[in-house]
């Protein structure tokens, strides 16, 4: 096959940050997706309507006009959102959800949630006015390992929202193991998952052989391969359950090459053609539509695009790096290898 078309998809999970970061990576994405849902970890979180929408304006300005994009807004979960907060967000056509970042979890999430079960007035408010949460889901306790931390999170918190909130609408995001598939295949049309491009390329040790390769490092950590293989299975069975959701999480070049490094792939750069690559190699190009156009947007209940985009299979080799400003790099996933499909036009 020499070219594929595809309605035009969304992605339901990107890290955009703010200033010169966002006028480069927000362009990136524009111009393959229609919609993307923003995370709100920024310094300080989004964490209420107001903030939101002034985060939505500032995208929405680095943003070129030559695309027509729409950023989806996500309010960060504090210990001290109420409920006030969600009948609110409930009310704002720019705000979709509220994201989980249990605190300590990952970039950002020191303001996070400490106690589960004190969000549960929220969490009933979130059901009854039907808003979204959105998880990251692994638990924080220092002795846990870290391989460990998203199976865990799904037997010890998930299963417990679920069953007191069974009709809350839940997307356990970025899933990285067969336990997270096994519940969401498991489990009503209410709970979804998005799939990151790193998680169905790579194992862990894409990461950790010959060397460490800080550019693989994300959190969810990537797992071995059997893990990789069950999310393939997943993104490709046509699933509905299962949708594109890219978490590209960009940081600067010297933060990630250090001694202590920060979690995040740069994906957006080139993200349909990574799934491309990915659903290729699995035989199931057929499938991507769904997975990368529909899905997301019928579990958000939003309408499905209509305008198409065609990807050509023409070898295309990716930048060593992004320049963000003056002396500050922004390394890709895959810097310097070669795609196989590039987006036309
Ligand atoms: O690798 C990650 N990077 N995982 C996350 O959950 C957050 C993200 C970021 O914001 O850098
Ligand atoms: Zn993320």
Same mark, same amino acid.
């Given at each position: 096959m020499q070219q594929i078309t595809l309605t035009q998809p969304d992605d339901w999970h990107l890290h955009v940050r703010t200033g010169d970061m966002l006028k480069t990576v927000i362009n990136h994405t524009a111009k393959q997706f229609a919609r993307a849902i923003i995370m709100p970890n920024l310094q300080p979180p989004v964490s209420n309507v107001a903030q939101a929408l002034s985060y939505q304006q500032e995208i929405q300005q680095a943003t070129s006009s030559a695309y027509a994009f729409t950023p989806l807004m996500v309010l960060y979960l504090t210990n001290s959102t109420t409920i006030e907060d969600v009948k609110q967000a409930a009310e704002s056509a720019a705000v979709q959800a509220f994201k989980l970042y249990p605190a300590g979890a990952t970039t950002n999430s020191d303001q996070g949630v400490t106690d589960l079960q004190a969000m549960f007035p929220v969490f009933e408010a979130m059901e009854k006015h039907h808003v979204p949460l959105l998880i990251h889901g *692994?638990?924080?306790? +220092? *002795?846990?390992?870290i391989f460990d931390r998203e199976r865990l999170f799904i037997d010890q918190k998930l299963r417990f929202i679920h069953q007191n909130f069974p009709a809350l609408r839940i997307v356990l995001e970025h899933v990285t193991t067969r336990e997270a598939v096994q519940f969401v295949q498991e489990t009503p049309a209410n709970i979804g998952a998005t799939i990151t491009p790193q998680h169905l390329l790579y194992n862990r040790n894409a990461m950790l052989v010959g060397g460490i390769k !800080?550019?693989?490092? %994300?959190?969810p950590i990537l797992k071995r391969e059997s893990h990789r293989l069950a999310l393939v299975a997943a993104a490709t #069975?046509?699933? !509905?359950?299962f949708f594109l959701g890219t978490d590209s999480a960009p940081h600067l070049k010297h933060l990630k090459e250090t001694s202590c490094g920060c979690a995040g %792939?740069? #994906? +957006?750069?080139g993200a349909i053609e990574l799934y491309a690559q990915a659903f290729e190699q699995a035989n199931a190009l057929d499938k991507l539509e769904g997975f990368a156009s529909f899905y997301g947007a019928d579990f958000y209940q939003l309408p499905r695009n209509t305008k198409q985009i065609t990807l050509e299979k023409i070898d295309w080799q990716v930048p060593n790096d992004y320049a963000i400003a003056e002396g500050m790099q922004l390394t890709p996933l895959k810097a310097g290898e070669m795609l196989h499909w590039k987006l036309k036009g």
């Open positions: *692994e638990v924080t306790d +220092a *002795e846990i390992d !800080p550019h693989y490092y %994300c959190l #069975s046509g699933n !509905p359950k %792939c740069y #994906s +957006a750069y």
